[in-house]
């Protein structure tokens, strides 16, 4: 409190106004496999965040059969009646990223000057004047497209008297007079000119701006003799694969070089792992995966663009400054990245051999200065294969490339499945698996790893009830697995008497659904047994949507469900009865003659008989406690008094009147004073609030008693 010693008028502002946050109690976190998309743990990566079916499929694929487990169709399902998922993705150590080696090579290339020592119009005496106007020299520039089958540009250029020089020592002079007659009318995206900086002489070249064997540009040139008429002059030399000058001559025709990808590529990768973007047709017709594509647009400039699904994705512009060079444009790794599918780099013969290159900033140089000079490059030139090659004038070569090679990291056996699935806290911090469900940042309230084939299924499922109970952040949904027998084996599933499951669940973190259900999957036309939890969650946070978490999910109100078409058993009265009392904990799902399938049970697996053993309670307590704890983390290191202690009840005693105003709650005390807050506690530094709650109890039992009476009884 500031001490006021001189006269004047001063405002103090203090926030009393503590109220509680309102928190989404209807998160989902489902752990499994996919085809693509980002995995937990990697590159510091938290489970994804997804908001809607197509989101889901964009990110991470769609469902298939080979994918174990069934978080995809689960997920799908889900996010019908919410639109806050997380999706964590887990992958085995088999998760490879799909990739293609696109193609490097050379541009045809043409000299259009000579040296000092050899002119390519010396023996022209008329050319050296200056007084002449009239133009003696002709080229003719024919452009193929880069197939060689298309002429895409021909034309003829008349260069001045007195502009071309014959001396090294006023290349200069020869650049600009190219550059402003050929420069100013040739089609800039078919071929541009160029200064050479790579040799004593200031040369000047022709060169076309597609790179590859087929890439060509012929090329005549003519000067005017004394009787006027135009002759071929040898004033042109072509390139060839190590980048030296051909003979002079007065007709050529320049080939662009191609590169062996074995020898040094530009490794295109997958963003992540996963055989889903590997590019193909689907039986439907469709593309899938993904490819990328090289145009060019002349002078140094090439197009780069992303193909996802078919469809163009991304578009970037590389050419020769820092901000624009290859590897700066697409990025060399996650943490470099400027695309949401791939990252590239150059490479030498293998996969993972990154060339350390200086940068695509001296166009004119050849290929070995560019990537380190120890390479032997082997390619072709002008279609051919073969030889060495070291070209000059290099750039990516125009085509598609299919990303290829990609693996989702599906493992094998069942241990190495489970592994994966359950997950582990890396050496940097990062979470994988079940273990990413350890976040309160992510607000799960409900989580699950549903589906047949993930492997230990007692193991995984044990995982995540521990997690569940250690964070208090979440309830788990199970099943027993698909095909477990008649209600008596479920049942003994349930309580650790099977092959599959030789410990019983209990805990009221923990909810179990059975039996399976069968619904109509639109991605293959197929009908597939899905797990009951799937739609145990979905039919949470359709209660939250329609109600409050504190609602039983369940019922004809709650719980009824009206996309599945069959259920795995058929259950009667006696089943139900077994499967939800006498210590046992199965929610049934029932399908009812005429009223449909539905979810008839909301227990959770305490066994312990109390208020926790039903779903609607768990759920209302893990809102609650999330609540307080984010409505009153500024109360920490205030002073521990009466004061605070009354703070901390006008935050708690507003949240839990709302809740029973909501039928939460029929009755509540928060106490916070110095019942307490002895003075020892105080001297320990802690503040203690005691909350009590009667929870609302669910009518899950519904007795009608019917008395009949004789006609003379008094009603």
């Given at each position: 409190?500031?001490?006021?010693?001189?006269?004047?008028?001063?405002?103090?502002?203090?926030?009393?106004?503590?109220?509680?946050?309102?928190?989404?109690?209807s998160v989902v976190g489902i752990v499994g496999f996919a085809d693509r998309g980002p995995i937990a743990g990697q590159n510091n990566q938290k489970a994804t965040l997804i908001t809607s079916q197509q989101q889901l499929i964009d990110t991470f694929g769609e469902p298939g059969e080979h994918i174990k487990g069934q978080a995809l169709?689960?997920?799908?399902?889900?996010?019908?009646?919410?639109?806050?998922?997380?999706?964590?993705?887990?992958?085995?150590?088999?998760?490879?990223?799909?990739?293609?080696?696109?193609?490097?090579?050379?541009?045809?290339?043409?000299?259009?000057?000579?040296?000092?020592?050899?002119?390519?119009?010396?023996?022209?005496?008329?050319i050296g004047s200056s007084d002449n106007t009239t133009s003696d020299v002709k080229l003719v520039v024919t452009v193929y497209d880069h197939l060689r089958n298309t002429i895409v540009d021909n034309k003829t250029y008349e260069i001045p008297q007195g502009t071309l020089s014959t001396s090294a020592s006023n290349g200069a002079t020869t650049v600009a007079a190219l550059k402003r007659v050929i420069g100013g009318s040739l089609n800039a995206d078919r071929v541009g000119i160029f200064a050479d900086a790579n040799t004593t002489d200031a040369s000047s070249f022709l060169v076309g701006a597609a790179a590859g064997g087929l890439a060509t540009v012929d090329c005549k040139m003519y000067v005017k003799n004394d009787s006027g008429t135009y002759v071929g002059v040898a004033g042109i030399q072509t390139l060839n694969g190590l980048g030296a000058l051909n003979t002079a001559a007065s007709s050529v025709v320049a080939s662009g070089t191609s590169v062996d990808?074995?020898?040094?590529?530009?490794?295109?990768?997958?963003?992540?792992?996963?055989?889903?973007?590997?590019?193909?047709?689907?039986?439907d017709g469709s593309t899938s995966g993904v490819s990328f594509e090289v145009a060019v647009n002349g002078n140094y400039n090439s197009t780069l663009?992303?193909?996802?699904?078919?469809?163009?994705?991304?578009?970037?512009?590389?050419?020769?400054?820092?901000?624009?060079?290859?590897?700066?444009?697409?990025?060399?790794?996650?943490?470099?990245?400027?695309?949401?599918?791939?990252?590239?780099?150059?490479?030498?013969?293998?996969?993972?051999?990154?060339?350390?290159?200086?940068?695509?900033?001296?166009?004119?140089?050849?290929?070995?200065?560019?990537?380190?000079?120890?390479?032997?490059?082997?390619?072709?030139?002008?279609?051919?294969?073969?030889?060495?090659?070291?070209?000059?004038?290099?750039?990516?070569?125009?085509?598609?490339?299919?990303?290829?090679?990609?693996?989702?990291?599906?493992?094998?056996?069942?241990?190495d499945t489970a592994t994966a699935v359950i997950g582990a806290v890396e050496s940097d911090g990062g979470k994988t698996g079940i273990e990413a469900l350890d976040d309160p940042v992510l607000n799960i309230s409900i989580a699950l790893a549903p589906g047949p084939g993930v492997g230990d299924v007692q193991s995984i499922q044990n995982a995540l009830v521990t997690v569940a109970e250690r964070t208090t952040d979440f309830l788990a949904a199970l099943s027993?697995?698909?095909?477990?027998?008649?209600?008596?084996?479920?049942?003994?599933?349930s309580n650790g008497f099977s092959t599959q499951r030789t410990a019983a669940i209990n805990s009221s973190y923990a909810a179990l659904y059975w039996?399976?259900?069968?619904?109509?999957?639109?991605?293959?036309?197929?009908?597939?047994?899905?797990?009951?939890?799937?739609?145990?969650?979905?039919?949470?946070t359709v209660t939250d949507a329609v109600a409050d978490p504190w609602f039983a999910p369940a019922g004809f109100v709650r719980g009824r469900l009206t996309k599945p078409t069959d259920v795995e058993v058929i259950l009667n009265q006696g089943d139900r009865d077994s499967l939800y009392s006498g210590g046992n904990v199965l929610n049934p799902v029932v399908n009812f003659p005429q009223n449909g399938i539905a979810i008839f049970g909301q227990r959770t697996t305490q066994r312990q008989p109390s208020a926790l053993d039903r779903i609607n309670v768990r759920r209302m307590m893990i809102y609650i406690?999330?609540?307080?704890?984010?409505?009153?983390?500024?109360?920490?290191?205030?002073?521990?008094?009466?004061?605070?202690?009354?703070?901390?009840?006008?935050?708690?005693?507003?949240?839990?009147?709302?809740?029973?105003?909501?039928?939460?709650?029929?009755?509540?005390?928060?106490?916070?004073?110095?019942?307490?807050?002895?003075?020892?506690?105080?001297?320990?530094?802690?503040?203690?609030?005691?909350?009590?709650?009667?929870?609302?109890?669910?009518?899950?039992?519904?007795?009608?008693?019917?008395?009949?009476?004789?006609?003379?009884?008094?009603?």
């Amino acid at each position: 409190m500031p001490n006021f010693v001189s006269p004047g008028v001063y405002v103090i502002e203090k926030d009393l106004s503590d109220y509680p946050v309102q928190l989404n109690s209807s998160v989902v976190g489902i752990v499994g496999f996919a085809d693509r998309g980002p995995i937990a743990g990697q590159n510091n990566q938290k489970a994804t965040l997804i908001t809607s079916q197509q989101q889901l499929i964009d990110t991470f694929g769609e469902p298939g059969e080979h994918i174990k487990g069934q978080a995809l169709e689960g997920a799908l399902e889900i996010l019908e009646a919410t639109t806050s998922m997380r999706f964590i993705r887990v992958a085995g150590d088999s998760a490879t990223e799909a990739s293609a080696a696109v193609q490097l090579g050379a541009c045809p290339a043409i000299l259009v000057s000579g040296t000092a020592t050899s002119p390519i119009l010396g023996d022209m005496s008329a050319i050296g004047s200056s007084d002449n106007t009239t133009s003696d020299v002709k080229l003719v520039v024919t452009v193929y497209d880069h197939l060689r089958n298309t002429i895409v540009d021909n034309k003829t250029y008349e260069i001045p008297q007195g502009t071309l020089s014959t001396s090294a020592s006023n290349g200069a002079t020869t650049v600009a007079a190219l550059k402003r007659v050929i420069g100013g009318s040739l089609n800039a995206d078919r071929v541009g000119i160029f200064a050479d900086a790579n040799t004593t002489d200031a040369s000047s070249f022709l060169v076309g701006a597609a790179a590859g064997g087929l890439a060509t540009v012929d090329c005549k040139m003519y000067v005017k003799n004394d009787s006027g008429t135009y002759v071929g002059v040898a004033g042109i030399q072509t390139l060839n694969g190590l980048g030296a000058l051909n003979t002079a001559a007065s007709s050529v025709v320049a080939s662009g070089t191609s590169v062996d990808t074995t020898s040094v590529s530009y490794m295109v990768k997958s963003l992540w792992p996963g055989a889903g973007y590997n590019a193909g047709t689907k039986t439907d017709g469709s593309t899938s995966g993904v490819s990328f594509e090289v145009a060019v647009n002349g002078n140094y400039n090439s197009t780069l663009q992303v193909n996802n699904l078919g469809a163009a994705a991304e578009n970037f512009l590389a050419g020769a400054t820092s901000s624009s060079f290859l590897e700066n444009v697409i990025g060399t790794s996650y943490d470099s990245k400027t695309s949401d599918y791939v990252t590239a780099n150059f490479a030498s013969g293998t996969y993972d051999d990154t060339i350390p290159v200086t940068g695509l900033l001296s166009f004119e140089k050849q290929l070995s200065d560019l990537v380190g000079g120890s390479l032997t490059l082997n390619g072709g030139q002008g279609g051919a294969t073969g030889g060495t090659v070291n070209p000059r004038f290099v750039k990516l070569v125009q085509g598609t490339y299919n990303l290829a090679g990609g693996d989702s990291g599906i493992p094998s056996t069942e241990n190495d499945t489970a592994t994966a699935v359950i997950g582990a806290v890396e050496s940097d911090g990062g979470k994988t698996g079940i273990e990413a469900l350890d976040d309160p940042v992510l607000n799960i309230s409900i989580a699950l790893a549903p589906g047949p084939g993930v492997g230990d299924v007692q193991s995984i499922q044990n995982a995540l009830v521990t997690v569940a109970e250690r964070t208090t952040d979440f309830l788990a949904a199970l099943s027993p697995p698909y095909a477990v027998g008649k209600p008596g084996d479920a049942i003994d599933w349930s309580n650790g008497f099977s092959t599959q499951r030789t410990a019983a669940i209990n805990s009221s973190y923990a909810a179990l659904y059975w039996p399976w259900v069968k619904v109509f999957q639109v991605f293959d036309g197929k009908d597939r047994w899905l797990a009951p939890e799937i739609y145990g969650v979905r039919q949470m946070t359709v209660t939250d949507a329609v109600a409050d978490p504190w609602f039983a999910p369940a019922g004809f109100v709650r719980g009824r469900l009206t996309k599945p078409t069959d259920v795995e058993v058929i259950l009667n009265q006696g089943d139900r009865d077994s499967l939800y009392s006498g210590g046992n904990v199965l929610n049934p799902v029932v399908n009812f003659p005429q009223n449909g399938i539905a979810i008839f049970g909301q227990r959770t697996t305490q066994r312990q008989p109390s208020a926790l053993d039903r779903i609607n309670v768990r759920r209302m307590m893990i809102y609650i406690k999330k609540v307080i704890l984010a409505s009153t983390q500024r109360i920490v290191f205030e002073p521990n008094d009466p004061i605070t202690w009354e703070r901390v009840e006008g935050i708690v005693n507003p949240l839990l009147d709302d809740i029973a105003r909501r039928r939460g709650i029929t009755e509540f005390k928060v106490i916070c004073n110095d019942s307490t807050n002895t003075p020892v506690r105080i001297d320990r530094n802690e503040l203690w609030c005691k909350v009590l709650i009667k929870p609302t109890k669910a009518a899950e039992i519904i007795i009608f008693e019917l008395n009949l009476t004789n006609q003379s009884a008094q009603i």
